[in-house]
């Protein structure tokens, strides 16, 4: 006799079987705010351009605490690369496969069904519980979690407490959280020359030439020494291109893309002046675009990362490690609120790969760590 699923793997499953690749939410929400209605929560689906979101509050007095996360999955890769079909959830050997297993749709099972337990246990809790959902995640991120955000404040609605749904994990559930997130700050580098044959250089000014020696010092400079929280500032080029094709003609533009990733130690502004201190200071002729993809946060303990790191000690016996690195969040745009935020989700080992799996048991393990920090931070 087969052993009855748990009510996090029903749900988990449930939402995996819908093709929510980004920006589609695919119904995943109307399915989360009919569970969350259920139980007392307001619903107030936001939708900007092609992006669905929703905010959901139970309550109307602080503090608030809100569980973050996405519908949204990245696209499947090669179909035929799947052991079994990415929208088709599979549970094999105690793993539950399908696109967003890991992220997030296992988490979002593991928020809601916690939520139902904790307001069934205590339906008068204290303060407000709220979900923020968006579609826009694994995208551009520019109608989704930044638009409500936006949204709230203008309304002044405030967001003590969030916990993002982010798989975090390294090999065992809850063994690191994200208190924080470097900030991310692109460009688009276009050095000007002067295009021309290559057996007349008198006659030509060669970008890619010109151009060397600064990459080179961008490359060794040292932009911060980071903080107890965050590693050095860190600066790469994604992207060079220059040349026509021909091999018997100089170009006349070079074009690279670099991206900063950028802690506390650091502003925006600085780092845009030392970058342009530099290309000057090799009298070079260039243009560069700056994109800001998000500003670096950081949760100290408190409240929230104290809350999380006892719950996660009262379910599993661990220790949980705080921690900044890996890529960016949703949580960047939260934190903006003055909220305190935290990453909490499960080991992220196969997020976006082919075959994207997590163990079952670990969802129902998240969903007991929400729980009872639902009970200590509200109850």
């Not at 309550?59 to 179909?79: E, I, K, M, N, R």
């Not at 460009?187 to 010109?210: D, F, M, S």
């Not at 650091?266 to 560069?288: A, K, M």
């Amino acid at each position: 006799m087969s052993t009855p699923q748990s009510a996090t793997l029903t749900l988990a499953c449930e939402l995996i079987a819908r093709d929510s690749t980004t920006p589609d939410d695919a119904g995943c929400q109307q399915l989360i705010g009919q569970r969350l209605a259920a139980c007392g929560f307001q619903l107030e689906p936001m939708r900007f351009g092609e992006v669905d979101n929703l905010w959901a509050r139970r309550g109307s007095a602080q503090p608030v605490l809100c569980f973050a996360g996405h519908t949204d999955v990245v696209p499947t890769g090669p179909l035929e690369r799947w052991d079994t079909a990415p929208f088709q959830p599979v549970i094999r050997d105690g793993m539950l496969y399908g696109r967003g297993a890991a992220d997030m749709k296992g988490s979002l099972a593991a928020m809601v069904v916690a939520i139902e337990r904790f307001v069934a246990a205590h339906p008068a809790h204290r303060g407000s519980i709220a979900l923020l959902i968006t579609s826009d995640e694994e995208g551009p991120a520019t109608e989704g979690t930044v638009k409500v955000v936006e949204t709230l404040v203008a309304r002044n609605e405030q967001v003590d407490w969030c916990i993002v749904g982010e798989p975090s994990s390294t090999e065992l559930v809850g063994d690191v959280v994200k208190n924080g997130r470097r900030g991310s700050l692109n460009a688009r580098l276009l050095v000007k020359g002067r295009q021309g044959h290559v057996a007349y250089p008198h006659l030509a000014r060669n970008p890619i030439h010109l151009a060397a020696p600064a990459l080179a010092e961008l490359a060794d400079e040292v932009w911060d020494q980071g903080n107890a929280f965050f590693p050095p500032t860190s600066f790469q080029i994604s992207n060079i291109h220059s040349g026509t094709g021909a091999t018997n003609v100089v170009p006349g533009e070079l074009e690279a893309l670099i991206n900063f990733r950028f802690s506390t130690e650091s502003t925006v502004e600085g780092l845009q002046e030392r970058v342009c201190d530099i290309l000057d200071r090799h009298g070079l002729d260039y243009e560069l675009q700056w994109t800001l993809s998000g500003l670096p946060f950081l949760t100290e303990p408190g409240e929230l990362l104290d809350g999380v790191a006892a719950a996660i000690r009262q379910v599993t016996g661990r220790e949980t490690q705080p921690s900044t690195s890996g890529g960016t969040s949703d949580g960047r745009f939260i934190a903006t609120m003055g909220t305190q935020v935290v990453e909490l989700g499960p080991v992220n080992a196969t997020i976006h790969q082919l075959n994207e799996h997590v163990s079952a048991s670990d969802l129902d393990t998240l969903t007991e760590i929400y729980f009872t920090t639902l009970q200590r931070l509200l109850a």
